[in-house]
């Protein structure tokens, strides 16, 4: 069953902790992405990376870092100097043959301070 | 000003109602826009993409006016289902990067 995989659903993260998020797609995507969603906010571009080994910071990038070993994942870190880490995390990947191609989306992993 | 703008709603309608969305975008050089569909605390799903002669897709139309640069979504008919939030969203740039507007909410009632 083709599909992109967030883990986990809810992450709790105590002062100082990093905590890594989860994105693995088995789509044979190319590009992969993460986005941020506040409450009430338009989704938010943190990271993207269109070829392995190789990404790009988005719109808020700060505080996070993430890795492209692998074409099938993705993994974003929210370290400890992103200060206002609550937020719904969305990952989404997408086939890239050109800008009509759409994006497609996990299923999210809820982050909370402890 | 926003580079996504769309108005938050929400639209109360009765089943059955036809209901149009209208989302603005500034960047002129954006190359490709979609219409999503967000239920609560769920992610974003493809409602459908928008072309330039405008496109439908069953009860859904979607057409785009790059000289005005705003995407508008009609829905016809509408089901008690349809209710959520539908994301206005434009591609710009080679590596398709998306700007997401805050999303119009959508309330189908008996």
Redesign the interface.
């Known amino acids: 069953d083709g599909g992109i995989t967030q883990s986990p659903k809810y992450l709790f993260r105590k002062e100082g902790q990093n905590v890594t998020l989860s994105c693995e797609q088995n789509l044979n995507h190319d590009?992969m992405?993460w986005?941020r969603q506040d409450p009430?906010?338009?989704?938010?571009?943190i990271y993207?990376s269109?070829i392995v080994n190789d990404f790009?910071k988005?719109d808020i990038a700060e505080g996070y870092s993430v890795s492209r070993e692998k074409k099938e994942s993705f993994p974003l870190t929210v370290t400890s100097a992103q200060k206002n880490p609550t937020a719904?995390y969305?990952c989404?990947s997408?086939q890239?043959r050109g800008?009509?191609?759409?994006?497609?989306?996990?299923?999210?992993t809820r982050l909370s301070i402890l | 000003r926003k580079e996504?703008e769309q108005d938050p709603g929400p639209f109360n309608v009765p089943e059955g109602a036809t209901v149009a969305f209208n989302c603005t975008y500034s960047n002129s050089a954006s190359?490709?826009f979609?219409w999503y569909r967000q239920d609560c605390?769920?992610?974003?799903?493809?409602l459908m993409?928008v072309y330039s002669s405008g496109n439908e897709d069953g009860r859904f139309t979607a057409q785009l006016n790059r000289a005005s640069q705003y995407i508008s979504l009609l829905i016809r008919d509408s089901k008690l289902s349809d209710s959520a939030t539908y994301?206005c969203v434009v591609?710009t740039g080679?590596?398709?990067?998306?700007?997401?507007?805050?999303?119009t909410r959508l309330q189908v009632t008996l």
Do not use: M
């Open positions: 590009a992405y986005y009430g906010q338009g989704l938010r571009l993207y269109q790009q988005g719904f969305l989404a997408r890239d800008p009509n191609q759409p994006q497609h989306f996990g299923d999210g | 996504v190359q490709s979609f605390r769920k992610e974003p799903k493809l993409s994301l591609a080679t590596a398709s990067k998306l700007t997401f507007g805050t999303g």
